[in-house]
């Protein structure tokens, strides 16, 4: 009778072990996988947004449009100038 006990105790006792083990291990995981993800966050920091970076394209493209509208009108007006001076002429 207390031969079985003892073998029931070893058994539980080897089972609690192997869990206290198999929990060490996954601890052990998550705080690898938590430490690259740490790192992660801290290379993203220093990246760029790409909302505001798209955001300033399409406004860095909206100004060269204008610009280059601008330099059409001031050719077209530049032009047009010539024409009536050589007409008053």
């Known amino acids: 009778m207390i031969h079985s006990e003892m073998k029931i105790k070893k058994s539980n006792q080897l089972k609690t072990i192997e869990s206290i083990k198999k929990t060490k291990e996954e601890i052990e995981k998550g705080l690898f996988i938590k430490k690259k993800q740490n790192a992660l966050k801290a290379f993203m920091k220093?990246?760029?947004?790409?909302?505001?970076?798209?955001?300033?394209?399409?406004?860095?493209?909206?100004?060269?449009?204008?610009s280059m509208n601008i330099q059409r009108k001031i050719d077209i007006a530049t032009v047009a100038a010539k024409e009536a001076r050589a007409v008053i002429r």
């Open 46 to 66: 220093d990246m760029p947004d790409p909302h505001k970076f798209v955001e300033q394209k399409i406004k860095a493209e909206k100004l060269q449009k204008m």
